[in-house]
């Protein structure tokens, strides 16, 4: 989609063209020229005096006015400064010129005269002068004092970084998983790289709340208040000359870290350049990705992308940064995505967030990311809920799920169209077949690109005396084929346990290292370097936004309305989402593969879930929808967390003295020396939801209406779901119950579901403002009895565990097995060959059965669904997600 223009430079171009042609109106001289012409200068006059042009010609002239006043105020200090030196009357033609420093000294005033002669004339006699010369031959002596107590200088040397601190600069909160560092320390960053100096001195005075009443908080730059930062041209100069410096530090810091800090030589430049390069690329005329990322291809280089698409990703930032909003990378993807092996926050998601977080924060942006990745699972089932699932809100979507769905592409095209369509935001989005990414990119105006590892810029590891040279972050990452040894032994750094100065230890028996540790699971360097590719390409968008937030406020403030509105941009993209002829890509083939509705390739779906992680944690979960059984009982999460305090911390997070820390290169100043919080929900908000759409957790369940011969049952239970806040933010805690057996792993990912056998009676949900007839579950029909103790209390055979779970659905019997489903009371009983026709197996564990799909329906109303499974000792049915629209 072609970028809008600014329209002052248009109406520029046409005031200059009048100038080019000497006075003509342009439309010529000969036949056909128009009579009666204005003059050049009525002509420039009506341009210039046009109502478009009015805020811009006030700021000129107020610009103008300015010049001449400081003009004359320095002929005025001119005027003081050169003294005329009178003379006697018989000396009125000489002219003295006093120079004001001379003024404080015994030196002699230089007169000339009318002859060009120099006289010297001695100047008034002051008595002060000599008074205010004596300190300054007393302060050696000040000195002596300091020479002959050399040890009670150390105290005051130590205590000399205070004063250069501003209290008026908020402290950054710091980050969980590093120690503070000293002042000291602190200090020599600081000299070195720099630091944040930027503070608002008129905070008290600005406007409060003045976007929310505009669709994305896109206000006209004429509505902003007389006061509001946007316009304050010394503001928005002095916030946009700290943020360019805080960027480009950011960006020396990170190649610092992997040895790539200047200087350098011209070899190793080419290194430094391509180890974060992106390539833009033709799209209209590409038909695959550069070569770095083909089928066989290293990519390890920063990514690909096009130039529409980073100028959409510049859009964005600019946006977040002029509401001072949220921005929200979301990464979708199997096992390696999730980080399994390491913990949590090595993950590289979590890796790009502990840099760019601070970054943000000075910006005026609350950065939010989350891993939304599942072990052993593809996106298809966050994906059809995307909005709920993994939230309406994403600026940045990653998808990363290659080996768990390369060979379904109709999945990953409605998990992608799902995102682009269904949310409050319409996401940039990188990874995925090139094919797809194309499509939306030619069709829809969507921006795509996908990044890389980074691996162009690490160093060859040769053996363990070399490999102790190099830096720290890019040790053991890439080495020589007979050292391969080195690169294994040293992939992981993670623990389950660490014992507590308080003395609690768990209930559960703790493993010696996490499970996951598998050669086909990346190792903490390179979810590391990952991290820092994506924190890398994101501080280049940063850095473009800043300087045409710079470019584009030459002439005054605020910024121009189409460098970063967003309403009109999302809403062209999400309509063609939703309009694209049926027969491109490959979304369709989910009705002859799947037997899933058609119409989802084009409809924005709802969902609810009790896998996690889920971007609205409490508002997303299918307990919201639940209907209590007539005693009051729902089900609910009934693991215990071991404790609530704050975890031991970790070494691995540690840094080695005299390797490069990047955080506090970026942070440039002390953090704050607070206790860490209370473990809970700590970054991330629940999401935000438009006004047509209430917030999902404030569902009430009508409890007074009845269904025909339907009564909720007692004996629903949650299995699976992690104990904590799983969320798959950064500073969330997910998974601290008793039963761990990895307690510090800290990962997101949980198969939760309502599970419920056939003592159950019925699970009944209430879906709200259902639009298009369209009803979708996802169950689970694998689960055991001791996951469902309500109704049950029953071991397997002799109490024994098995090794691994059967996700095959059992043997059910003919004869007696039914499973019941009601759509507001019109219940349909399938027996156990249509049930079995009817569910169907998409991918791993993802099994789902169509139960509306009414292509008629035309009301907008709350529909109750209810599900029970009758005649069958050896099937536990869960329920985990829910999809409608």
Same mark, same amino acid.
């Given at each position: 989609m072609a970028q809008p223009t600014i329209p002052v430079d248009d109406s520029l171009e046409e005031v200059e063209g009048l100038i080019r042609m000497g006075g003509s109106s342009g439309v010529g001289t000969g036949r056909g020229a128009r009579k009666n012409q204005k003059s050049y200068a009525e002509l420039c006059l009506a341009e210039l005096m046009d109502p478009k042009h009015r805020k811009r010609i006030m700021i000129l002239s107020f610009v103008v006015v300015m010049l001449l006043l400081?003009?004359?105020?320095?002929?005025?200090?001119?005027?003081?400064?050169?003294?005329? %030196?009178?003379?006697?009357?018989?000396e009125p033609t000489k002219i003295t010129f006093v120079d004001p420093a001379d003024l404080a000294t015994n030196a002699p005033v230089i007169v000339i005269d009318e002859s060009g002669s120099v006289v010297d004339v001695e100047p008034p006699p002051k008595e002060e002068k000599p008074k205010e010369e004596e300190p300054k031959e007393e302060k050696p002596k000040e000195e002596e004092p300091k020479?002959?107590?050399?040890?009670?200088?150390?105290?005051?040397?130590?205590?000399?970084?205070?004063?250069?601190?501003?209290?008026?600069?908020?402290?950054?909160?710091? $980050?969980?998983?590093?120690?503070?560092?000293?002042?000291?320390?602190?200090?020599?960053?600081?000299?070195?790289?720099?630091?944040?100096g930027f503070w608002d001195g008129d905070a008290e005075i600005r406007p409060k709340d003045y976007l929310s009443k505009y669709p994305n908080s896109d206000i006209p730059g004429d509505d902003f208040p007389q006061d509001a930062w946007q316009t304050d041209a010394v503001y928005v100069n002095h916030f946009l000359n700290d943020a360019d410096k805080l960027i480009d530090r950011a960006m020396e810091a990170i190649f610092e870290e992997y040895g790539h800090g200047k200087p350098l030589p011209p070899e190793e430049l080419a290194s430094r350049f391509h180890m974060f390069h992106w390539e833009k690329?033709?799209?209209?005329?590409?038909?695959?990705?550069?070569?770095?990322?083909?089928?066989?291809?290293?990519?390890?280089?920063?990514?690909?992308?096009?130039?529409?698409?980073? $100028?959409?990703?510049?859009?964005?930032l600019t946006h977040a940064m002029m509401t001072q909003d949220t921005f929200t990378v979301v990464l979708a993807g199997h096992s390696a995505a999730q980080g399994q092996g390491n913990h949590f926050r090595q993950s590289y998601a979590m890796q790009f967030h502990h840099i760019m977080k601070p970054i943000f924060e000075r910006l005026g942006v609350k950065l939010i990311t989350r891993n939304m990745s599942q072990g052993g699972l593809g996106t298809l089932q966050g994906g059809m809920g995307s909005r709920h699932i993994y939230g309406s809100e994403i600026d940045l979507f990653l998808w990363d799920s290659g080996m768990t769905e390369n060979g379904v592409p109709h999945h990953i095209d409605l998990v992608l169209r799902q995102v682009l369509m269904s949310g409050n935001r319409v996401p940039v989005v990188w990874g995925g077949p090139f094919e797809l990414l194309?499509?939306?990119?030619?069709?829809?105006?969507?921006? %795509?690109?996908?990044?890389?590892?980074?691996?162009?810029?690490?160093?060859?590891?040769?053996?363990?005396?070399?490999?102790?040279?190099? *830096? @720290?972050?890019?040790?053991?990452?890439?080495?020589?084929?007979?050292?391969?040894?080195?690169c294994n032994e040293n992939r992981y750094s993670s623990v389950c346990w660490i014992d507590r100065e308080d003395g609690i230890k768990p209930e559960q028996g703790q493993r010696e290292r996490p499970r996951g540790q598998v050669k086909w699971h990346p190792g903490w360097r390179p979810h590391q370097l990952m991290g820092r590719v994506l924190a890398f390409s994101v501080l280049e968008a940063l850095e473009v936004a800043v300087n045409? @937030?710079?470019?584009?406020?030459?002439?005054?403030?605020?910024?121009?309305?189409?460098?970063?509105?967003?309403?009109?941009?999302?809403?062209?993209?999400?309509?063609?989402?939703? /309009?694209? $002829?049926?027969?491109?890509?490959?979304?369709? #083939? !989910?009705?002859?593969?799947?037997?899933?509705? +058609?119409?989802?390739?084009?409809? *924005?779906?709802?969902?609810?879930?009790?896998?996690?992680?889920?971007?609205?944690?409490?508002?997303?979960s299918l307990t919201t929808l639940v209907k209590p059984a007539p005693s009051g009982r +729902?089900?609910?999460?009934?693991?215990?967390?071991?404790? $609530?305090?704050?975890?031991?911390?970790?070494?691995?997070?540690? !840094?080695?003295?005299?390797?490069?820390?990047?955080?506090?290169? %970026?942070?440039g100043r002390r953090r704050q020396l607070r206790q860490?919080?209370?473990?809970?929900?700590?970054?991330?908000? *629940?999401?935000?939801?438009? /006004?047509?759409?209430?917030?999902?957790?404030? !569902?009430?369940?009508?409890?007074?209406?009845?269904?025909?011969? !339907?009564?909720?049952?007692?004996?629903? #239970?949650?299995?699976?779901?992690?104990?904590?806040?799983?969320?798959?933010s950064y500073d969330a805690v997910c998974s601290h119950d008793t039963k761990q057996e990895c307690f510090l792993l800290g990962h997101h990912d949980g198969r939760g579901a309502i599970v419920g056998s056939e003592y159950a009676g019925w699970l009944v949900m209430t879906l709200p403002k259902v639009q298009k007839g369209l009803i979708v579950v996802k169950l689970q029909t694998w689960h055991t009895k001791d996951e469902n103790p309500t109704t049950s209390r029953w071991k397997s055979v002799n109490n024994e565990r098995k090794l691994m779970r059967s996700y095959n659905t059992p043997t059910l019997n003919n004869e007696t097995f039914a499973f019941d489903y009601a759509i507001d009371g019109e219940i349909t009983t399938l027996n156990t060959q249509e049930f079995l026709e009817r569910k169907h197996n998409l991918q791993r564990v993802v099994e789902t059965m169509t139960l509306l799909n009414d292509e008629d329906w035309k009301d907008e109303k709350d529909v109750e669904v209810a599900i029970r499974i009758r005649g069958t000792d050896d099937m536990v049915l869960g329920v985990s997600h829910v999809y409608w629209a």
């Open positions: 400081m003009a004359a105020n320095d002929m005025g200090q001119a005027e003081n400064g050169s003294k005329k %030196v009178k003379q006697e009357e018989e020479e002959e107590k050399p040890k009670e200088e150390e105290p005051k040397q130590e205590e000399k970084p205070k004063p250069k601190r501003n209290d008026k600069i908020p402290l950054l909160e710091k $980050d969980l998983e590093t120690l503070p560092i000293d002042d000291t320390k602190r200090d020599e960053l600081a000299e070195k790289y720099g630091k944040w690329i033709d799209m209209a005329n590409a038909n695959e990705p550069p070569s770095e990322f083909s089928k066989r291809g290293a990519r390890d280089i920063g990514g690909w992308t096009t130039k529409r698409s980073m $100028d959409g990703l510049v859009r964005r194309k499509l939306y990119h030619e069709e829809c105006d969507a921006d %795509v690109g996908e990044w890389g590892n980074g691996y162009a810029g690490i160093p060859e590891t040769v053996d363990e005396k070399q490999g102790e040279t190099l *830096p @720290w972050a890019a040790r053991n990452m890439k080495c020589v084929k007979e050292r391969e040894d080195l045409q @937030w710079m470019g584009g406020t030459m002439t005054g403030q605020p910024l121009d309305d189409s460098y970063w509105h967003v309403t009109d941009y999302y809403e062209n993209i999400r309509s063609k989402v939703m /309009k694209m $002829d049926p027969k491109l890509g490959k979304c369709p #083939d !989910i009705a002859e593969n799947d037997s899933l509705p +058609a119409r989802l390739c084009s409809t *924005p779906l709802n969902g609810r879930t009790q896998y996690t992680p889920r971007a609205d944690y409490e508002g997303a +729902a089900p609910k999460n009934e693991l215990k967390a071991l404790y $609530d305090g704050p975890d031991m911390h970790i070494p691995a997070y540690d !840094i080695p003295e005299g390797q490069v820390d990047v955080l506090s290169i %970026v942070m860490r919080q209370r473990r809970r929900r700590l970054s991330s908000e *629940p999401e935000t939801h438009s /006004k047509e759409e209430p917030a999902i957790a404030t !569902i009430v369940q009508q409890q007074d209406r009845q269904l025909d011969e !339907i009564v909720p049952g007692e004996g629903w #239970d949650i299995a699976m779901e992690p104990q904590g806040i799983c969320d798959g």
